[in-house]
């Protein structure tokens, strides 16, 4: 009740300065002092009209104005009802609950009484904190727009397939995020051993679920019916020059193949379209990247030279298309051992995501639009 | 006719209080401690003999006493308490292999059990987030306890290979905690504040101290061949052990915890080796699948509850210390 009682008189306050209620006001010519002649005249006298809309705020306003001088300062009850207010405004009507929920959250982080999986994967942190900070950086930065979710199984494990690109792996983290949001369901992804050796990145990387990209780890996480998500090109893709964008490159060894054959789960080829241009990558400093030991130092049209400004992403739009499953429960776990087969598959994998680009790329209108 | 049981490592306290378990244990007819100095507390029932396992003397105690099951405990994790490196690798690795040079010899031994510790995978990024028994260490450890372990078990496996015979059991015990472990993972958690590699939150498993007893008890008394890594079930990540501790922790670069650790060994507060370093900063998972089914057997504790207890051990002295 209070809640609407508020509300009510929050649309009716936004109304009355618009009018001045039929009395005369401000440049009016009429004999009455201006408003903001009479409220320096007595600030009570500005009360009355507030009154018929909001007879609670009014009831503050005046104590307020009266109580200014009192040494005591403002009454604990005045205090409660501002800060209900704002925790009205933060977090909606039931926010009761929700401010309870998330004290609850912030005591468990805080005494470590939160469950990580054999991973180090933080369901928790994972679904309140990442997930909720890259949404809106999908919606509202690279309006995602997705296809195919149809081809993602509701449970079971599956190997989604993607392009890599960008220069830095914002794809995986708008897959991962997808993934989520659509089906309910975390896409575990398989990550390269710098991604692991990095400060910061290494514990983040564990946390929201990433494992290192080997074949242990990968058939481990199938035969558990985790969705894991893969990207073989690694750092050539996701490094490769501006000139060379939406061009696969070497899909590795193989190793996702032969692990999804091995436990049987299908395949899903994920083509991702807009992350090309994100950071469009025109030059590398070898020597630098050979000295700190990474596979590049990224140089874009504006990143070293705006300095942390042009670390910001352009905003392109993001096709994600999720292709049809490509079965390999029909071959025996022991084909894995057949190279042939192996590299058959993940040419189809390869020239199903290439095609998929291409038919995105004729369709899209344009980067940004 | 019950069993012999021969158990070295006896003058520290886990082995003390195994080799009294043992004792207890009504398959068990008699237990021979053998160590270089005599254990500090009540050994009970158990019959110690001073020998030292790296010289011959040990196959005479083995053939004298019809020793029929050995549980070769005495490889030690710090140079501390035997005076340096030197004399710790000695200990360990001259004294497993005269141990199994004495096994070999001997004809009445059936059964040999070796506590190991999952240190031998190592730790690197490169590390698989389980290992299995049969996974080897993606680097091969170049010093310290972890040399120690890959070496000796590498003889075990050669004695295995030359007795087909006697039945060997291999226990790979990730890191043993509990209120009266001191073991430079414990002598860590005790630090007022906890010092932490920044940026690295590395997955920890322990394994409750009465755990560890129970799985030796249950090799020992079992004929079960191979190599078992044993665990608690689940995974902490340090940050959250630390949470749970309710200890401070700072966290600072690798190379200053390394350091810090360097400095802190000299000062002799904590053993703060180069591979605990690795293992704070990449952490280490192992599966233990292998000891359910095949080994059958069930710790009592799982990490995290393995780690409550420590903490319960902990908490009251020096949180009040802290908060003053």
């Known amino acids: 009740m209070p809640e609407e009682a508020r509300r009510s008189s929050g649309e009716d306050a936004v109304v009355i300065p618009i009018g001045t209620g039929g009395r005369p006001g401000r440049g009016t010519g009429s004999a009455r002092p201006s ?31 009266e109580r200014t001088p009192d040494p005591d300062g403002i009454p604990v009850g005045e205090w409660l009802a501002a800060l209900q207010g704002a925790a009205h405004e933060v977090f909606g009507p039931d926010w009761e609950r929700r401010l309870a929920e998330l004290l609850a959250f912030v005591r468990r982080r805080l005494e470590g009484h939160y469950e990580v999986d054999d991973y180090g994967f933080d369901r928790e942190l994972t679904e309140r904190f990442f997930m909720a900070a890259l949404r809106p950086i999908a919606q509202k930065w690279f309006r995602l727009e997705v296809r195919g979710l149809e081809n993602i199984p509701a449970d079971g494990g599956a190997l989604v397939v993607s392009n890599h690109s960008g220069t830095v792996p914002l794809d995986g983290l708008m897959t991962m995020l997808t993934v989520h949001d ?15 050796r990095m400060p910061v990145v290494s514990s983040l ?4 679920g990433a494992t290192l990209a080997c074949v242990e780890d990968a058939e481990r996480m199938l035969s558990g019916g985790d969705l894991v998500g893969v990207w073989p090109e690694g750092f050539k893709g996701i490094g490769k020059p501006f000139s060379e964008r939406y061009k696969l490159q070497r899909f590795g060894r193989g190793g996702f193949v032969s692990a999804a054959l091995r436990t049987g789960v299908p395949i899903i080829p994920l083509s991702v379209v807009g992350a090309e241009e994100i950071y469009p990558l025109v030059g590398n400093v070898p020597s630098l990247a050979r000295l700190l030991g990474v596979p590049y130092i990224p140089i874009t049209p504006f990143f070293p030279w705006l300095g942390p400004l ?7 739009k993001w096709i994600l298309e999720f292709g049809e499953p490509i079965r390999t429960d029909a071959y025996d776990a022991a084909e894995a051992e057949d190279p042939m087969l192996v590299f058959n598959v993940t040419d189809q994998v390869r020239e199903t995501i290439q095609h998929t680009l291409f038919d995105l790329l004729r369709e899209r209108d344009g980067v940004f639009s | 006719m019950g069993r012999v049981v021969l158990v070295t490592g006896i003058s520290r306290d886990i082995g003390r209080r195994f080799a009294r378990a043992a004792a207890a244990d009504p398959s068990v007819e008699r237990v021979i401690g053998v160590d270089v100095v005599p254990p500090r507390g009540d050994i009970g029932d158990v019959s110690f ?14 053939a004298k006493e019809d020793v029929d099951t050995v549980v070769h405990m005495s490889v030690i994790a710090t140079p501390g308490s035997a005076g340096g490196r030197g004399t710790m690798k000695e200990l360990n690795v001259i004294g497993s292999m005269q141990l199994l040079a004495a096994c070999q010899k001997s004809t009445t031994v059936e059964r040999l059990v070796v506590k190991s510790t999952t240190t031998v995978y190592g730790s690197s990024p490169r590390d698989p987030a389980m290992f299995t028994e049969d996974m080897g260490p993606k680097r091969l450890p170049s010093s310290g306890y972890a040399k120690d372990v890959y070496e000796i078990e590498g ?55 009465d755990d560890l007893m129970g799985v030796l008890r249950h090799a020992a008394t079992r004929d079960v061949h191979g190599t078992f890594n044993v665990a ?16 401070p922790s700072v966290a600072l670069p690798g190379f200053a915890v390394g350091r810090l650790g360097a400095t802190m060994r000299q000062a002799r507060i904590s053993d703060f080796s180069p591979e605990q370093l690795g293992f704070l900063t990449y952490g280490r998972g192992v599966d233990t699948t292998r000891m359910r089914t095949v080994l059958g057997f069930e710790p009592r504790f799982t990490t995290a509850e393995a780690f409550a207890d420590f903490c319960r051990e902990l908490a009251p002295a020096p949180e009040g210390a802290a908060r003053a």
Do not use: W
């Not at chain 1, 002649?37 to 307020?64: F, G, I, M, Q």
């Not at chain 2, 003999?49 to 083995?62: E, F, G, H, M, T």
């Not at chain 2, 472990?181 to 939150?201: A, E, I, K, M, Q």
């Not at chain 2, 608690?232 to 200890?247: E, F, H, N, P």
């Open chain 2, 49 to 62: 003999v001073r020998a030292d396992i790296r010289n011959p003397v040990i196959a005479k105690v083995l």
């Open chain 1, 35 to 65: 408003a903001a002649a009479r409220n320096l005249a007595c600030a009570k006298k500005a009360a009355p009209r507030t009154r018929p809309a909001a007879p609670r705020v009014e009831r503050t306003t005046e104590r307020t104005a």
């Open chain 1, 205 to 208: 990387a564990r946390k929201s």
């Open chain 2, 232 to 247: 608690g079930d689940g995974i902490m990540t340090l940050s959250q052990a630390v949470r749970r501790l309710g200890r």
């Open chain 1, 182 to 196: 659509h089906t309910g369901r975390f896409l575990r992804p398989l990550g390269a051993d710098l991604v692991f």
């Open chain 1, 310 to 316: 042009g670390m910001v992403p352009l905003p392109s």
């Open chain 2, 155 to 209: 003889y075990v496996r050669g004695f295995a290979r030359r007795r087909p015979d006697v039945s060997v059991t291999m226990v790979r015990a990730a890191n043993v905690i509990g209120p009266h472990v001191s073991s430079p993972l414990t002598n860590y958690f005790r630090l007022p504040v906890v010092p932490r590699v920044l940026g690295f939150d590395p997955r920890l498993q322990f394994l409750h101290e």
